[in-house]
């Protein structure tokens, strides 16, 4: 986090959104930061090298490890975070990966709220599994005391997901967070769905947040991504016993002696996690992709704010249809979570969420093939509405059990809600529903299918 001088203007999110993270460009005054498309940076002569190396000068190395495009947009991430500092990574999973390995370690125990995006869960229950990392999941996140009781002596984190994608079933940030500080442990929380416009986690206590920057905060369905933000806070220093990797020297030559934490201090954790995991199992991020990404984030506040109004219109729509049995949208005053939608998220409760058609899958089915304008896709947070059946595709390796305990019923469909018109959004539901009560409406094309241009064409 850069100091700001106290008598400093405080800039917007609009604002900070196309400014932060500009490094200036050497050369040629480009406005934009260029996609820097070189595997490594020359080293003027043999010292220049060394000191390279050494870390005494601070220019670029080889981009597996840092790079002028991505080094742009991690100053800007962290910026609109309010964070001490970014990492990008090659994807979503990605960055859950190196945000939990960079503080767990074999033999460690970590706790996480129940409902979570299923590739984070199998990640959890299956990849660090074998590393000898255990997960056991909390039945009720926003109740402290199922926290409290499942710590034990070589627990070292808790972890959340701040909007749950599809149920929408939120998460008390801050009571998570003072739940995990009591027990000398950091809370890490993927903020995917909200991304820093409509939730800051660092500001509610969080010590880690990670983003699939593939969903809104590029926004345009072209690249895959994702980012690691330390918020610089934790007291790595005090806790020489649980975090004994921070406690060692950084190198092993037996000549520098000095350790992360001496080094970095409350950046420790920040430090590690980029050099050591982020930089050794190689998870960068192209900086084609980083670039796709600076050009989606100069427009995250305009695109989020209209993400936001379609999204709570097309679910007060739904829940108007007599088919739908519940619709887990947190904007909505009868849904269970509005009170935290209200506390939490202001600007809106993001554009993914589920609902449930009371006909069952093959309700879902119907409805699934009729829709013209959302496009049938496994994706979220994208420019253009999209649909999908979680109980047959994303949620389908869960048992029938697991999938009625998550509340993923057979009728159950996710939308992630664009940026187009809404009465156009409204006009394909209307359509499809028509389908669903066996009528025969026509094609939102026209009769024949063949208009000049309609929003369905090329899907
Ligand atoms: C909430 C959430 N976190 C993480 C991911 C993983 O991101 P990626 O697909 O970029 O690896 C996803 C993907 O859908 C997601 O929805």
Redesign the pocket.
């Known amino acids: 986090m850069t100091e700001t001088p106290r008598d400093a203007h405080e800039f917007g999110f609009s604002t900070e959104q196309v400014h932060a993270g500009y490094l200036g460009e050497a050369g040629h005054g480009a406005r934009i930061t260029p996609i820097y498309l070189s595997a490594g940076f020359v080293f003027d002569d043999f010292e220049h090298a060394r000191a390279r190396f050494a870390g005494t000068d601070p220019g670029y190395v080889y981009s597996r490890i840092n790079n002028p495009t991505n080094a742009a947009v991690e100053k800007l991430l962290a910026d609109l975070e309010h964070g001490a500092g970014a990492t990008l990574v ?7 990966t190196v945000a939990l390995l960079s503080v767990l370690k074999a033999g460690d125990h970590f706790l996480s709220a129940p409902s ?2 299923e ?2 869960r199998a990640l959890f229950r299956g990849n660090f599994a074998r590393f000898g990392i255990e997960v056991e999941f909390v039945d009720d996140p926003n109740d402290p005391a199922d926290w409290h009781r499942r710590v034990r002596d070589n627990t070292r984190l808790f972890f959340g ?1 701040a ?3 599809p149920k929408n079933d939120l998460i008390d940030i801050e009571a998570i967070a003072t739940s995990a500080h009591e027990h000398g442990v950091p809370f890490a929380i ?1 903020s ?2 909200p991304t820093p416009y409509l939730l800051r986690p660092i500001d509610h206590g969080a010590d880690i947040v ?6 809104f905060l590029a926004g345009h369905g072209n690249s ?3 980012v690691v933000i330390d918020a610089g806070r934790f007291d790595w220093a005090a806790h020489p016993d649980s975090y004994p990797h921070l406690h060692q020297p950084i190198f092993d030559d037996g000549v520098e002696t000095a350790t992360w934490v001496d080094k970095f201090g409350l950046k420790a954790n920040f430090a590690f996690a980029r050099a050591v995991v982020a930089g050794r199992f190689g998870t960068s991020l192209s900086p084609f992709n980083a670039f796709l990404l600076q050009q989606g984030i100069e427009t995250l506040s305009l695109r989020l704010d209209r993400h936001a109004r379609n999204a709570l219109a097309v679910a007060t729509w739904l829940e108007r249809q007599p088919e739908v049995s519940g619709v887990d949208y947190p904007g909505l005053p009868s849904n269970p979570f509005h009170a935290l939608a209200q506390r939490y998220y202001p600007r809106g409760a993001g554009s ?1 969420f589920a609902f449930t058609l009371a006909g069952g899958q093959e309700a879902a089915k119907t409805l699934y093939d009729a829709v013209e304008v959302f496009t049938r896709m ?4 994208d420019v253009r509405s999209l649909i999908l059946h979680p109980p047959t595709t ?1 949620h389908s390796r869960l048992s029938a059990a697991e999938r009625e305990q998550a509340g993923i019923h057979p009728g159950l469909i996710r939308l992630s809600v664009g940026i187009e018109d809404v009465e156009d959004l409204l006009a394909d539901l209307d359509r499809a529903f028509r389908v669903l009560r066996g009528e025969n409406p026509p094609s939102l094309r026209g009769a024949g299918g063949d208009a000049e241009f309609t929003p369905a064409d090329g899907l």
């Open positions: 090659g994807s979503g999973q990605a960055a859950a979570i995006y590739g984070t997901e909007i749950p994608n993927d995917t769905v990670f983003h699939s920057t593939s969903k895959i991504g994702g993914v496994t994706h979220i947070g994303t």
